[in-house]
Structures are given as structure tokens and as C-alpha cells.
């Protein structure tokens, strides 16, 4: 479905607006001047009615329309002025990031390193003799359980920074991401009073339509149509035709015709 957008309604705008409508339709029930919406027209037609009236509508909210968008532009070009301020910010984080891998990754290693050089260590000075080199694998074991204590150390005090300077660096409230959400639900509001509500409400008003005249169907199967077939008659039905009367040609003998066509 397609709806009608106001001149002045941006595209990135259209689901903010549907939303609002059908929240409103959604509680148009919960008012008593709208209790009887339901009766008259289907929340589908409401909902169409108000989309082809999106101009009238969102004209009704335009000034907190505008400064919403106002606000929104102005946030925008903020963070495109801070872009290179985000860059080296990125780059800083990433290089935290590697240090924080090798002092995770440091205490581990050096652990894992002493508990097998120890466990090595104690294993040959079982033996008798014991080799030469176990005291060598126990002193090893011994530094590397030094060096993994320390970077347990360090990485617990480079947690501490790192929640303390989060914490100063967190955005307080009032920021322009704060002043956008109270802009948009202004706008909202805006939009369900002085204009999705009222909208309703004068659909409400409106008188229903006339009903058609009903129209009564022929008495017969078959209509009758405005003409009538011609009238045949079978020829028994009227006087017999006068029939044709032949009369026959006159002819007399050679004696009694004119004395010039006598014979002799």
C-alpha cells in the first residue's frame, strides 16, 4: 500500500507516521467520543482514509514536525564534523585493543609454561640420581609462575583504567540524541491530537450514505422486453384466396367459319 505523502513529510518519516496511526486507531476505543468507529468503518478503512489524507493530517503538526527535523539535521552534521576525531579515536582503541590481547594472553602462557616445567622438574628429582638439569627446569618453572603473576597483575590494573576512564567518558543525559527522542514523540503527540483524532472524529460525524432504491425483480423468468413478435396466422384461420379462373380459347370448325377460309 502506497500512501499520499505531505509535501513537507520526508520519505524516512512515513514509518514514524503509519506507527503513530495505528497506535491511535489501536486505543481509538478507549475514548468516548470514538466508541462507536467501530460500528460505522472497519480499522482497514480508517486506516486507508487516513493515509489519503496524510496532508491534511501532518499539517496539523507541522511546527514539531520542523523542529524535529531540525533537530535531526543538526545531530547529523555534528557526527560528519566529528568524522576525524572518530578515526583517531578508532585507531587508539585499536591499539588498546592489542595490548589488552597480550596482557590477557601473557599470564596464561607464562602459567601454563611454570606448571609444566615445575610438574617436569619435581618428576626428575624423584629420580636417583636426579639429572643435572632439574633444578634448571624448577628455577624456570619458579619465573615463568613470576611472570604470569605479573601480568595477572597488570591486566587487573588495566581493567581498573579501563572502567574508570568509561565512566568518565560516558554521555550524560540532555545529549542531542536525547533532545531527538523528546522532539520525536512531540511530533507524535502533535500528530495524534490535532490531527489523527480529529480526522476520526469528523469521519464519525460524517452523515452515511443514501442507501440505493431497491429495485423489484420481473414476475416472470423471463423479462419482458419492449416489443412484440408479429402475428402469424395459419392459412385456416382466414377466407380461402380467390383461385385464378382459366377460360378456355373458342374453336369452331373449317364449315362454320367466314366464306373466305372455306374450303372447296
Not at 581498573?160 to 533532545?179: F, I, Y
Amino acid at each position: 500500500m502506497h500512501m499520499n505523502v505531505a509535501p513537507h513529510l520526508l520519505t524516512e518519516d512515513r514509518a514514524e507516521f503509519e506507527r503513530v496511526l495505528d497506535e491511535a486507531l489501536r486505543t481509538a476505543h478507549d475514548r468516548p467520543e470514538l466508541a462507536e468507529l467501530g460500528d460505522r468503518f472497519t480499522t482497514v478503512q480508517l486506516r486507508e482514509m487516513a493515509l489519503n489524507a496524510t496532508a491534511l493530517i501532518t499539517t496539523a503538526a507541522a511546527v514539531e514536525y520542523d523542529h524535529y527535523v531540525k533537530v535531526r539535521e543538526q545531530l547529523r552534521s555534528a557526527s560528519v564534523t566529528g568524522g576525524g576525531g572518530t578515526g583517531e579515536a578508532l585507531g587508539e582503541a585499536g591499539g588498546a585493543g592489542v595490548v589488552a590481547i597480550v596482557t590477557v594472553l601473557a599470564p596464561i602462557l607464562a602459567g601454563t609454561a611454570a606448571v609444566l616445567l615445575l610438574l617436569v622438574g619435581a618428576v626428575l628429582k624423584m629420580l636417583d640420581p636426579p639429572p643435572a638439569f632439574a633444578d634448571t627446569l624448577l628455577t624456570a618453572g619458579l619465573m615463568f609462575g613470576a611472570v604470569a603473576a605479573a601480568g595477572l597483575l597488570c591486566a587487573a590494573v588495566g581493567l581498573l583504567v579501563t572502567a574508570l576512564r568509561n565512566s568518565a567518558t560516558q554521555v550524560p543525559a540532555g545529549t542531542p540524541d536525547d533532545e531527538l527522542s523528546r522532539a520525536r514523540r512531540a511530533w507524535g503527540r502533535a500528530l495524534t491530537d490535532r490531527g489523527i483524532l480529529p480526522f476520526l472524529r469528523d469521519a464519525l460525524a460524517a452523515p452515511a450514505p443514501a442507501p440505493l432504491p431497491k429495485q423489484t425483480p420481473p414476475s416472470g423468468r423471463i423479462p419482458k422486453v419492449g416489443y412484440s413478435g408479429p402475428d402469424f396466422t395459419s392459412p385456416a384461420d382466414g377466407p380461402p384466396p380467390a383461385r385464378p379462373t382459366f377460360t378456355s380459347p373458342d374453336f369452331t370448325s373449317p364449315d362454320f367459319g367466314p366464306p373466305e377460309h372455306r374450303t372447296e
